[in-house]
Antibody
């Protein structure tokens, strides 16, 4: 059974940093690209970042480029999102999502971890 | 960027009736070399993460009831719920995966019971 368990969210001041983690199980983690998708309170879905299975290719939304870094540790079956220079508009529920393979649609989502940026 | 526009924003349908949601992309998501439309549909119930319903515009994910169907090609797509059930109350999103970055979602369509 596929499981994705996000952690690391919390309350942070503007300009601060957080690192999100997503522990994966139930599938061959290294074989699949992974992504982070966020959802601001009461809003729709916004793609944040993706990383290929071997970590060699990374992609970012313009809204986070230069501030967020996606990475993965395939030996630990874990996906990360390092978030720096956080802004109020980064406040959202952050979902870890598994892609179908080499095509970037999401066949499984975690429950999400909430990031709140506020002073 | 490919902009995804969904309509309507919300709709109320009687139980057992048909619900139709539209999704339009700002450019074609049909890849000519494999004749596939890079378009997915998701269902998000309150307090839950999204769930994949449809990919390649019309392929139903395993376990998804056959009352859900996807159609369309190029820039215009439709998600149809043939006979609305109470458990189908949710927000539905389309997503293009033809171009990355960025991956883009539609704004969502909220389906309620009339």
């Amino acid at each position: 059974e596929v499981q994705l368990l996000e952690s690391g969210g919390g309350l942070v001041q503007p300009g601060g940093s957080l690192r999100l983690s997503c522990a994966a199980s139930g599938f061959t983690f290294s074989a699949y690209a992974m992504s982070w998708v966020r959802q601001a309170p009461g809003k729709g879905l916004e793609w944040v970042s993706s990383i290929s299975g071997n970590g060699g290719n990374t992609y970012y939304a313009d809204s986070v480029k230069g501030r967020f870094t996606i990475s993965r540790d395939n030996s630990k079956n874990t996906l990360y999102l390092q978030m720096n220079s956080l802004r109020a508009e980064d406040t959202a529920l952050y979902y870890c999502a598994k892609t179908s393979g080499k095509d970037y649609y999401f066949d499984f989502w975690g429950q999400g971890t909430l990031v709140t940026v506020s002073s | 960027d490919i902009v995804m526009t969904q309509s309507p924003d919300s709709l109320a349908v009687s139980l057992g009736e048909r619900a139709t949601i539209n999704c339009k992309s700002s450019q074609s998501v049909l890849y000519s070399s494999n004749n596939k439309n890079y378009l997915a549909w998701y269902q998000q119930k309150p307090g839950q993460p999204p769930k994949l319903l449809i990919y390649w515009a019309s392929t139903r994910e395993s376990g998804v009831p056959d009352r859900f169907s996807g159609s369309g090609s190029g820039t215009d797509f439709t998600l149809t719920i043939s006979s609305l059930q109470a458990e189908d109350v949710a927000v539905y999103y389309c997503q293009q995966y033809y171009i990355i970055p960025p991956l883009t979602f539609g704004g969502g369509t909220k389906v309620e019971i009339k």
